[in-house]
């Protein structure tokens, strides 16, 4: 079997576009692969249209190992988000092709699976008015719907620093969603790599009472002494790692003991065995993985993949619940949440099939996320 081709389809909403790769094969069978960038979908578009004639075409889909190698150093500069991406995509199709033509989900390709099922987590569930009525009604929706699990960011515009009023503020909403889903439900605090060391630690001993089950990118990402700086004086757990395209950058962080859960993006590190790869180092520093997953159902079927057959795996996010839910309608077999909880994948390869036809109707927008503008909701904070 060999590499005839790719096709790319972008599926666009006002605050994301999603890339999806099809891969093509000399013997009829195709695989899928996705990503979500955040402005630079063209750029990958054109990356792609680059590494196919450079290193896809006739190539071996069989052969991950070799193909992700030649696409991350045979072009000799230093592979960064768009190469890593645009990898993942490739990488995760060329295991949906592997799948399928040999009749068994991907997760039975990769050693078998260590659980039959794969707690999820809601997110994109607040895109309400910034209040804490709003957000007590919209947090009951989340368990309503089975959800045991939710994130948010309730800071608002705050960088660097927060003051006296964002505070006290942000306090009442989480309060207000504390209250809506009760003691048992897993409530994660999201900071998105704003604020300095010494206001992380502050607001991390504030909101302490509400019993987060993690506290994310309380700094920015670049400073892993800074976050070093966070974990050593808050005793909540600390989640990283979205914005780390390379597993191996993640040894520096493994070895701060600066991180209790990681959080690789499958679709920005390179694929299924990369962070299958980077999960099994974690698990060596008894660091826990739940994968960033910001994008559709082949993105989170592939996530789901690296759950079934890694031990020391957490939770996944989902958005696609909450945030939108018809972009689902572009993917055949979309994963599914029931009672706070994905099935494992049983269907060859990924377990999902691409419907061009149908995310022809989502065309590309000019999708921002502007988090110092606006924050999550999108407008000004109360």
Request: proline share 5%; hydrophobic share 40%; aromatic share 8%.
């Amino acid at each position: 079997m060999r590499i005839t081709g790719i096709s790319t389809h972008v599926v666009g909403t006002p605050w994301r576009n999603l890339t999806y790769v099809q891969v093509h094969t000399d013997e009829g069978v195709t695989g899928v692969g996705e990503t979500r960038m955040l402005g630079h979908t063209d750029a990958l578009l054109g990356y792609l249209r680059e590494a196919e004639a450079n290193h896809l075409l006739g190539s071996d889909p069989f052969a991950v190992e070799d193909l992700v190698r030649r696409m991350k150093y045979g072009d000799y500069g230093r592979a960064g988000e768009i190469v890593m991406s645009g990898i993942a995509c490739v990488e995760m199709a060329c295991w949906d092709i592997k799948g399928k033509a040999l009749g068994v989900p991907v997760w039975q390709l990769l050693g078998g699976r260590v659980t039959d099922r794969v707690k999820a987590y809601a997110n994109g569930w607040y895109t309400t008015e910034r209040t804490p009525e709003a957000y007590h009604e919209a947090a009951k929706g989340v368990v309503a719907r089975g959800y045991r699990a939710l994130k948010i960011d309730p800071f608002g515009t705050g960088a660097m620093e927060l003051d006296h009023a964002g505070t006290r503020y942000a306090v009442s909403l989480i309060e207000a969603v504390r209250d809506a889903i009760g003691p048992e439900t897993e409530l994660m605090l999201e900071m998105h790599g704003r604020f300095s060391p010494a206001t992380a630690v502050r607001l991390a001993r504030e909101f302490a009472p509400f019993s987060p089950a993690w506290l994310e990118e309380p700094v920015p990402p670049e400073n892993l002494k800074a976050l070093g700086k966070v974990a050593q004086q808050v005793e909540l757990p600390v989640a990283t790692g979205e914005r780390i395209h390379d597993r191996i950058e993640f040894r520096e962080l493994f070895e701060s003991q600066a991180a209790d859960i990681i959080q690789p993006d499958v679709g920005h590190i390179g694929g299924i065995l990369e962070t299958r790869k980077l999960a099994a180092t974690a698990e060596t520093h008894y660091v826990l993985v739940a994968p960033h997953n910001v994008g559709g159902s082949v993105l989170t079927a592939a996530s789901l993949q690296v759950a079934a057959c890694t031990p020391n795996f957490k939770i996944l996010e989902h958005f696609n619940d909450f945030a939108d839910g018809e972009i689902k309608k572009v993917v055949e077999g979309a994963p599914e949440v029931v009672d706070g909880y994905f099935r494992l994948p049983e269907a060859p390869g990924l377990g999902v099939e691409f419907d061009a036809d149908a995310a022809a109707e989502f065309p590309q927008q000019q999708a921002r996320f502007d988090l110092w503008a606006e924050g999550w909701e999108k407008r000004s904070p109360k």
